[in-house]
């Protein structure tokens, strides 16, 4: 579809999520210069974050040009699901390499917070339950929709999208308990970014709407999801900042 051939309202989201994929790259530039910076240590911890909002602005623009100028329609994911099909060509291309690239910036985003923040414990379980999750949401994009295999890693899916999220509330919780003064404050608003970030994400993922028995409304996943997701990113980014302000 050409620009000129969207409705107001897609013209309205797709605006939304490009000015979040500018802004994704303000806040790499950003990190990278503090990986420039920083001392040695706290190095690599930057360069994950710079990383992470990198790879999410590039898988970003993959999915808004697959979403409103190569698609058919902007539900044709769930409207391919529930006739028992899946998107085909460049469509499917773009949306596999879309998961491809943001399950890999998550990953390292995770990986990031285990091995900084929480110094190891978690044992970098929640990386691995992200790389489960990123595997399980391509893998709905290979056999056919409605089918038992479809379903049993759509479930797969649903529960490895929340272990992530309530895992690292609970360590950042607890990090705030144990903590005093900044650290205690930081690791709150990570809690609270981690959180508002995984609303954000699951307010467009179209296995939300597949379960839900219809396509999510444009006004969430084209208004609502990329202010609440990039909201989430700015919290983490900036109680990490004062988590590290020392560097």
Known sequence: MAWADLPFLAQLTASIWFIIVALCFVLAGFFFRRFKTSQV??????????????????????????????????????????????????????????YLIAWTGIAILFANMEKYVFQKKSKFLITVAAIVEGTASIALYVVPGGSLTFLILLGVSSVGFFVPCIALAGLFGVLAKNSPGTMRSSSIGALVGIVILFVGVLADLPEAGYIGGASLPDWITGIAAPIILFMGILIISSSFSKMFAKD
């Open 41 to 98: 240590l706290s190095r690599p911890f930057f360069l994950g974050l710079a990383i992470f909002a990198t790879t999410y602005g590039i898988a970003r623009i993959l999915e808004n040009v697959r979403k409103y100028f190569i698609s058919t329609n902007l539900n044709d994911i769930v409207d391919s699901w529930r006739a028992s099909t899946q998107i085909t060509g460049l469509n499917w291309d773009l949306r596999v390499l879309y």
